[in-house]
DNA sequence: CTGAAAGCGCTTACAG
DNA sequence: CTGAAAGCGCTTACAG
């Protein structure tokens, strides 16, 4: 197997005429706290860029246990919401010189305990987990070691770690409101599986709030929770269905925007139309919401504020996890943006 | 700092009253090709099993010089075309128990570099590249330590390296014939920044193949190339100019996404209506094609395909460079599928 | 100002 | 069948 043809610090050591360790010390930028004269920093560094020196990462590793590089587990990296959001994360920590290490769970249990662990195994620096588990033994796991850890989009409440999220209830909330204010009664709310996400639970919450709030009787049969494997195929029955009972709703609230996009063509190939058939409000913002006839009100996820707040807390942790100590956990919940376009019908 | 408090195979050694060698030998399989009793291998399975014993990485990675990951860097993350290439990527991958690290160039030749080399210095096992690089120099040193490379989507003619990329050009060509074959004769060409980039160049030669065929005269006034920067912006004025100059094409051929998602806001806000007064065909698929009214014909690229070919290339050559072979350079070229929907107007 | 040496935790000839 | 030992290329007390 080839080694790369790299220089070694002993070469550089060996040419200069100098020890491994005053090469190490220059180049780790701690020359000057060790007393190293100027003429011989500069020979070395000299010598490092001239003989292309690029320090085997593995070693330093091995020294120094850190990896410079942060993992990012998420459902699915192709859904644009969590693309939007690597990219967040990538910008925000690239900065610091560290690299992104992304994974996808596929919603599998199996899966992300699995990327968890071997994202720990490999040795970086701190996970990002939109986890979706619904159990928190692992996480719990993480924690028990000190390590650097914290949890976006998708929270639980029963345990005790770093979380950046949004206000899920409330953006819900005020769609639903917004659907209300327009003379709706009969709303329906769609959540994807699996139904125990905090997201989606949290966002039905906030559709239950708003119909309390105004005394709409809540009903079942207009809450229904669409298996994220057969989205479409589901929500075209369901528009079957509730037509041939006489009871389409005027209104749908919808909690993503991949049930959204299969609403849209289910709601279509049923020869219903947006909004004069049926009204329609969806969380998340992609660019087919805004292009889309009508254009649809959506409740807007503060993305790149996400990543930044999670990647912060990220590194205060790291940062005091090499002085072994340990912080107190953050909790921050954003708000998220109801932005009103012209899928929701005014009734009379 | 904290090192994490991992079992070593020294401990597992020690309890056992065995050697390092040993147990390192049947973790890794090895125990049968090494004649260890099939007693002591499922002594050292079971304690390695219940001291939850996890091979440090960086150790074995020093050792052996592997890392078990692959990078993945394109100019963006976040661009459905490069998301969804990820995830197939990640899932070919992952299969081998690889993980996948990305990064996004954002089109800078700057950056595109200095994550190349951050790549290579982090000792990634092969590298899966969209360059965005108006020159081979990099790649060449990349290519002369006999790196595992290869490169998608964007190709360079001047360089030997594996490659995997699409037909952009008999599919631009065939994009363009199906608007001419409904009647058009004026149509434009658009093209996204920076214009030197293979996709970009080979769509507008396709589009020029077609017009020839059909002895269209070619009208540098219909071939523009649109700053990514400002794409919207960029196009109303084009429309804008079009239309005052009386020059308004019938026809738009687009030659990405991003571009694409342009032209839908700038002719709608240019109160043009697809396919009536202008029709439109796009490279790319994305969800808004298939919901948008009308419907967008477009181009589309098979990102599994590439994805799986990319990964297939990337493995032999990692597999022959730890036999420190060399293997010829492979070039795949997938074809890409036209789908017929709505936003070309027959013309009569 | 500078260096010899130990150590990080693996793998792998080599020896018996 | 099994083990002692060297080596991968760094970093970091420790000593002078």
Redesign the interface.
Same mark, same amino acid.
């Given at each position: !197997? @080839? &080694?790369?043809?790299n220089v070694s610090l002993a070469e550089i050591a060996m040419t200069l005429g100098v020890s491994k360790t005053l090469v190490s010390m220059v180049l780790n930028g701690k020359g000057d706290e060790n007393g190293i004269s100027r003429k011989t920093q500069e020979r070395v560094m000299e010598s490092a860029k001239n003989m292309n020196y &690029?320090?085997?990462?593995?070693?330093r $590793?091995?020294s120094? $246990?850190?990896?410079n590089?942060i993992g990012l587990v998420v459902s699915?990296?192709?859904n644009?919401f969590y693309?939007?959001m690597?990219?967040s994360v990538?910008?925000a920590i690239?900065e610091s010189g560290y690299?992104? !290490? @992304?994974?996808?769970s596929d919603e599998s249990e199996k899966k992300e305990m699995k990327l968890l662990? !071997?994202l720990?195994? &490999?040795?970086v620096d701190g996970i990002i987990l939109s986890s979706t588990i619904n159990s928190t033994e692992h996480i719990k796991n993480l924690m028990n070691?000190?390590f650097p850890f914290v949890l976006i989009d998708r929270a639980y409440n029963n345990i005790e770690t770093n979380t950046v999220v949004v206000n899920n209830r409330s953006g819900a909330k005020e769609a639903v409101e917004h659907i209300i204010n327009n003379g709706h009664k009969r709303i329906a709310a769609l959540i994807i599986s699996p139904a125990h996400i905090s997201t989606q639970v949290d966002r039905l919450e906030g559709y239950r709030d708003a119909l309390k709030k105004y005394s709409i009787p809540l009903n079942q049969y207009y809450q229904k929770v669409i298996p994220r494997g057969e989205i479409y195929k589901t929500l075209y029955s369901l528009l079957v269905e509730w037509k041939s009972d006489s009871m389409m709703p005027t209104a749908l609230f919808v909690a993503n925007n991949q049930l959204a @996009?299969g609403c849209?063509?289910a709601i279509?190939n049923n020869g219903l139309l947006i909004p004069r058939d049926i009204s329609l409000v969806s969380f998340d913002d992609?660019?087919?919401f805004?292009?889309?006839?009508p254009p649809i009100t959506s409740v807007i996820q503060p993305i790149n504020a996400i990543a930044r707040n999670a990647v912060e807390i990220l590194f205060e942790n790291i940062k005091t996890?090499?002085?072994?100590e340990s912080l107190p956990k953050k909790h921050k919940c954003l708000e998220t943006n109801i932005v009103i376009r012209n899928s929701v019908l005014k009734l009379a």
């Open positions: !197997m @080839i &080694k790369s043809n &690029k320090p085997n990462q593995f070693a $590793g091995l120094i $246990g850190r990896s590089t699915d990296i192709s644009p693309s939007r690597a990219r990538e910008d690239s690299n992104l !290490m @992304i994974c996808s662990e !071997m720990v195994n &490999k040795q070691e000190h @996009i849209l063509e279509r992609i660019d087919l805004r292009l889309y006839s996890n090499e002085n072994s």
